[in-house]
Structure formats: structure tokens, C-alpha cells
């Protein structure tokens, strides 16, 4: 399930500083974060993941330039020694500490290639679904820089063992990862802007390969975090294939596998924000399927969303900002509700809040057909009221809550987290959730390790 490779990484001496040079997953940065990572360092990672949005590309800049620049500075880098590329071909564990203690804030995993498939031969389980025109981006991208550039999340239950062999002949994956992170100095530790303390070792020894590769054969993993990135591997497999070259590097794609049972996954909520629609329209829309209560005017964010958690222990609830007052939306009408469900869904994707905004809220109540342009996605709660609250702050929005912040065009959806069970329930079963229903985390940092697959690699 997983092979070494010859990573690609920054030296150390010509750039200001690991930490300066890395970033957050493509999908998560907005403008703010861009900017400020731009002004890291100029060999920051962003330039060549997110190329369209450089400042060295023209306004507006078709895909197809923004890929040539991308290509061009790798190339560039790779050949001034920024980047260096690995003499032997290892794993890599990658470790991530949240500030804090506790082993609840520790995550462990290993980076390596996974073979490209079904998920009957492969054993990869998506559990969203895609935007096609995301996916082009990113294959498109990958294609021009014949790399890698960030890997895919992966996670896998480390605790139930695939078949029936002797399982004290070797040790399990995550026993040779603590082993190693015990008693080896890492190749990086770095602590990011979040407070996260990230730890890089090289696994070149091919006993410790072995027993990692013994482990996860026969396992079956879930994408946590890149399902664009994933649906794009196998796009430009096929791309490869249909072009007569056969099998190739474009069989394998970059993933970071964690072991759930050692290291369980934090799951976020990823909320929406729609630009076009008013708030108190939504609000007065949505009184036909749920129950709507407008909540304080001085109420801030965090008690929003401590009223949101409560109201989604009885059943999918949403959280709506935009307007004078935050509103709260519960207990969707079962009539309409099952009126908006497409053929086939199985109850538990039918209860998924994630369903129930996309198939109800969005597509029944509101008329609003789920689009990269219509429905946008923002990670951070604060984020997404912030975009639809004309000139506050982010500390009237703390302190002083929706009341702060003077009316506006736009309608942001805050929601609950999905549970962790009832997403893997979902994927064992062959369903994908709706696109951006799960925020999995702390999501693995970009630039820490590359992976290139052109003809000379």
C-alpha cells in the first residue's frame, strides 16, 4: 500500500527558515493568508501551489500560464539548490505536535507513494464528493509540474488487522513510527505561525520499510483531507494510459497515512458562505422547513456556537449569520425533508447535516444549486461571518456579536462537525457525503517533503 520515494526538500541554508516556506494545504488559504505567506520567504511553497494568485502571473491569469510558472520556478529552484532532492529512496514520518500536552494533541503518520485504484484494488475510500472543475485545476497543475506537491490524508484503523497472519512477527507501522521518534534526532522541527510543532524523520532502512509495508498491505484507508488531489491522481492516470504509455511513476500519487486507532482524527466543520442572498430573505425561506430562532443581538460567536452544538444533538441544525441577529435554524420538517433526498440515499447519508443543507436548506428551500461560484466554502467559523458582515471586525464579531456588524448581501451557514462514525459508516458502504463536509485535522503542512515524477526522476 505504501512504496518510498526520493523526496524533495528545502535546504535549510538557502531560505530564511524551514517554518518560512511551508503552508497550509491549498484549499484553506484565503487572501489574508496568501499574503502573508508570500511575504514569508520568496521560495514560499504557495508559489507553486496556488500560482494563479503570484504576484508573478499577469491579472487574471489563464490556468495554463499560472501552470507554466509554477513549472518554471520548481525547475528553477531544483536547479539553484533551494530544493534537493533525496539520494536514496525512504518514507518519512512526520509528526505534529498542537500546543498544549497530552496525547490527544500528538499526530503521527508516514509519508510515502500509495498505488492508484478502485477502491476494491486499491483500498482507498473517498468519502466526498468533487468538483470537477477543482479537480481540473489540480490535475492540470500536476501535469505541468510533473509533481506532487502536497500530499493527500489519509487514515487507516491501525487496531483491526486485514487478514489472519502472525501478527507478532513484525512490528506494526506505528510501533516502528514511536520507535524511531524516541530515539532519533528528526532531518526538521519547526514550529508554524499556529503554534503547531511539526518533526520530519527519513526512514531509509529497508527493515523498517518492510515492516511498515507488511502492516498496511491489506488495509483499507479513508481520505481525511484531498479528495480534489485524489480525484486528480487518477484523472492524469488515466491521461497517461489513454496516451499509450502504460504503467509509470502516474500509478502512484504523494499521501500522508495516519493510524486512527493510535491517533484519532479531530473533525472540524466546514461551513458555507453565499454571496448573493440576502439574510433576512434566507431567514424568512427557511421558516417554510425548519424551525428558525433569532438569538440575541449581543450574543457572540462562541455562545452561537455553543447554542448550535446543543440544538445538533437532537438532529441536523445550521447556525445563519449575515444579518442584525445570528439565527438558528433545527428540526427540518420530515415531509419536505425527505421530499429533497435523492433516489436511493441511505438514511444515514439522509440525516447527515451535510445532506440536509445541500439537499434541503440549499436546494429546496433557497433554490441555490451547489457551485464554486454561488456556494463558497470557508474552514473557520469567524471567517465565514466576517465575509458576510460588511465593516466589522473580527473583535466586534467576538465580543459584540452579529449585532456588530452592519447589514449585509450575503448569507454565511455556520454548522456543527460531522461525527466521525457516521462518515466512515458512509464511505464503508460505497456513499460519498456532499463536497467540503468534513474538515479533518491538524491537516498535513505543505512543502515539508515534494515528490516529482518526470523523466529523469
Known amino acids: 500500500m505504501l512504496a518510498p520515494f526520493r523526496g524533495i526538500r528545502y535546504a535549510r541554508d538557502r531560505v530564511s527558515g524551514i517554518a518560512n516556506v511551508t503552508s497550509p494545504p491549498y484549499d484553506v488559504i484565503n487572501g489574508g493568508i496568501l499574503d502573508r505567506l508570500r511575504a514569508a520567504d520568496p521560495h514560499n511553497v504557495v508559489r507553486l501551489i496556488l500560482p494563479g494568485r503570484d504576484a508573478d502571473a499577469s491579472p487574471a491569469a489563464p490556468a495554463a500560464e499560472a501552470n507554466r510558472i509554477a513549472a518554471g520556478l520548481l525547475r528553477e529552484w531544483l536547479s539553484a539548490g533551494v530544493l534537493i532532492r533525496d539520494r536514496m529512496a525512504a518514507l518519512y514520518l512526520y509528526e505534529q505536535r498542537l500546543p498544549g500536552s497530552g496525547p490527544s494533541l500528538l499526530q503521527r503518520g508516514i509519508i510515502g507513494l ?13 468519502h466526498e464528493n468533487v468538483m470537477p472543475g477543482l479537480v481540473a485545476g489540480r490535475r492540470e497543475l500536476m501535469a505541468a509540474t510533473q509533481a506532487n506537491l502536497e500530499p493527500i490524508f489519509l487514515i487507516y484503523d491501525g487496531g483491526q488487522f486485514p487478514d489472519a497472519t502472525d501478527t507478532a512477527a513484525m512490528p506494526t507501522a506505528t510501533e516502528v513510527m514511536d520507535g524511531v521518534a524516541d530515539e532519533r534526532a528528526p532531518l526538521v522541527s519547526i514550529t508554524t505561525e499556529d503554534g503547531i510543532t511539526h518533526r520530519l524523520w527519513r526512514l531509509s532502512d529497508s527493515g523498517e520499510q518492510a515492516a511498515i509495508a507488511a502492516d498496511l498491505s491489506g488495509r483499507r484507508a479513508l481520505i481525511a483531507d484531498g479528495h480534489h488531489r485524489y480525484a486528480a491522481y487518477l484523472e492524469l492516470q488515466a491521461e497517461m494510459r489513454a496516451a499509450g504509455l502504460g504503467t509509470g511513476p502516474w500509478d502512484y500519487g504523494l499521501a500522508f497515512l495516519v493510524d486512527s486507532a493510535a491517533y484519532p482524527p479531530r473533525l472540524g466543520a466546514i461551513h458555507r458562505v453565499l454571496p448573493g442572498l440576502p439574510p433576512d430573505r434566507a431567514a424568512e425561506l427557511a421558516k417554510a422547513a425548519f424551525t428558525v ?8 460567536l462562541d455562545d452561537a456556537l455553543e447554542l448550535l452544538a446543543d440544538a445538533g444533538q437532537a438532529g441536523p441544525a445550521f447556525l445563519l449569520a449575515g444579518g442584525p441577529v445570528f439565527r438558528l435554524l433545527s428540526h427540518p420538517d420530515s415531509v419536505q425533508l425527505a421530499a429533497s433526498m435523492p433516489p436511493g440515499a441511505s438514511a444515514p447519508w439522509q440525516n447527515l447535516a451535510a445532506s440536509v443543507m445541500q439537499q434541503l436548506l440549499l436546494g429546496r428551500v ?26 466589522a471586525t473580527a473583535t466586534d464579531i467576538a465580543e459584540r456579536g452579529a449585532g456588530a456588524a452592519p447589514a449585509a448581501s450575503g448569507t454565511a451557514v455556520i454548522c456543527n462537525p460531522a461525527s466521525f462514525d457516521a462518515v466512515i459508516g458512509i464511505a464503508a458502504e460505497g456513499e460519498r457525503v456532499p463536497r467540503k463536509s468534513t474538515s479533518f485535522g491538524p491537516k498535513p503542512r505543505t512543502g515539508l517533503v515534494l515528490r516529482t515524477f518526470g523523466p529523469s526522476d
Open 366 to 391: 433557497w433554490g441555490v444549486a451547489d457551485s464554486e461560484q454561488d456556494v463558497l466554502i470557508d474552514h473557520d467559523a469567524a471567517d465565514a461571518v466576517l465575509a458576510v458582515s460588511g465593516d
Open 293 to 300: 430562532q433569532d438569538l440575541p443581538a449581543d450574543l457572540c
Open 114 to 126: 500509495v498505488r492508484l485504484g478502485s477502491p476494491e484494488s486499491a483500498g482507498i475510500l473517498p
